[in-house]
């Protein structure tokens, strides 16, 4: 009986394992499916953006753009040390802008032209703009050029 037994599980075997072999040669399984619908897609969205823009050449501007001036301005002292590159090289940011650098004199006199609007971006002291803030002067920080200027210093020795 044993060998009866085997002979029909093989048999059993054979039909499950030619079946699913009949079921698959004529469909395409779902994955295929899936993955070449996700690969088309992508291929349409990165083609997409390769578009070019046909009505402008390099280095063209339209007639009526004006020159964007803006004025650059700090104290002297500490602030203006963070912008000696931009005064030294002045660089070019395009041809649609102008801009222009200078060193003010007094704190009292930039903080009075930056109250005015004669400056666009100021490179001010944190006391400075602490001061413009609290007479309501409508401004937007952009970065602090120097944190921890303000250290306590004593002559006792300490042990740590």
């Known amino acids: ?5 085997n002979s029909i599980k093989t048999i059993k075997l054979k039909f499950i394992i ?3 072999k009949i079921e698959r ?3 395409i399984s779902m994955k295929k499916v899936i993955s070449m619908i ?17 009505n402008k050449t390099d280095g063209e501007t339209s007639a009526g753009t004006e020159k964007m001036k803006i004025k650059v301005a700090a104290p002297q ?5 963070s912008m000696i590159k931009m005064f030294k090289d002045n660089p070019d ?7 222009s650098y200078e060193s003010v004199k007094s704190p ?3 903080s ?4 005015s609007g004669e400056i666009d971006i100021a490179v001010v002291s944190t006391n400075l703009a602490a001061t413009l803030y609290n007479k309501g002067v409508d401004y937007k920080l952009a970065a602090s050029s120097v944190w921890g200027a303000y250290t306590l210093s004593e002559t006792k020795k300490r042990k740590i």
Do not use: Y
């Open 1 to 5: 009986m044993p060998s009866i037994k």
């Open 18 to 20: 030619n079946s699913k």
């Open 25 to 27: 040669k004529g469909c």
């Open 38 to 54: 996700l690969i088309l897609s992508f291929m349409v969205f990165v083609f997409s953006g390769c578009a070019s823009n046909v």
């Open 77 to 81: 002292g500490a602030p203006t040390l």
């Open 93 to 99: 940011f395009g041809e649609n802008f102008e801009l």
């Open 108 to 110: 009292d006199l930039m």
């Open 112 to 115: 009075s032209r930056i109250i």
